[in-house]
Each structure stands twice: as structure tokens, then as C-alpha cells.
Nanobody, 122 residues
Framework: QVQLVESGGGLVQAGASLRLSCAVS????????MGWFRQAPGAEREFVAK????????NYADSVKGRFTISRDNAKNTVYLQMNSLKPEDTAVYYC???????????????WGQGTQVTVSS
């Protein structure tokens, strides 16, 4: 059983930074592509960032490019999302996801965390 647990969310003012963490149980972390998604109230869950297994190649949604950075620590079975210059429109529940496919579509991930709330005030 693979479990993902996010942490690091909170309430911040516009322009602030947060770092989200996602701890993954199990021995196969390094074989998973990892992604971050977010879902605002009344909206669909949308892609934020992803990082490939083995190569650590990253990809970002245009809305966060240049402000957010995804990284992973295979020794700690953890993926991070560093969020800088936060905007009110970044307010959402942030989810991490894992899977052997793991693209920009939420349907390509096998495992999901419960989410962590990020609220950015203006």
C-alpha cells in the first residue's frame, strides 16, 4: 500500500512563500513520476508541476512557471513544491500524486494524497 501525506500548507499574504512536502511510503518512490495538482472551490483539479523519475526532468503549468519549483529527495521518499511570489489565485487544496506514468493529466497518476490547503490573501 502506497500512502502520500502532504504538509506545509497554510494562510499567507500575497507575495509570500510556502514549501509543500509530500512524504511517500513504500520502497518504490524512486520509480514513480511525481506530480502536484491543485483544486480551487468549484473548479476542476488542475496540473501544477511534475518531476520525472530517474532524470528529475520537470514541467510546470504556465500559471506557476518561474514562481514554483518541484524537487524530490529519493533518500527521504519526499517530493517538494517551493512556491514563491504567491498570488490570491494560487488559493486551492494542493495534492501530490505518484505513478509510473505520471504526466500532466490527473488520470495518469495512480496514488494521491489527501491534500493540503493553501490560502493566499490579498
Amino acid at each position: 500500500q502506497v500512502q502520500l501525506v502532504e504538509s506545509g500548507g497554510g494562510l499567507v499574504q500575497a507575495g509570500a512563500s510556502l514549501r509543500l512536502s509530500c512524504a511517500v511510503s513504500g520502497r518504490s518512490f524512486r520509480t514513480y513520476n511525481m506530480g502536484w495538482f491543485r483544486q480551487a472551490p468549484g473548479a476542476e483539479r488542475e496540473f501544477v508541476a511534475k518531476i520525472w523519475r530517474f532524470t528529475n526532468v520537470t514541467n510546470y503549468a504556465d500559471s506557476v512557471k518561474g514562481r514554483f519549483t518541484i524537487s524530490r529527495d529519493n533518500a527521504k521518499n519526499t517530493v517538494y513544491l517551493q512556491m514563491n511570489s504567491l498570488k490570491p489565485e494560487d488559493t486551492a487544496v494542493y495534492y501530490c500524486a505518484a505513478g509510473p506514468v505520471g504526466g500532466s493529466s490527473k488520470n495518469t497518476y495512480t496514488y494521491w494524497g489527501q491534500g493540503t490547503q493553501v490560502t493566499v490573501s490579498s
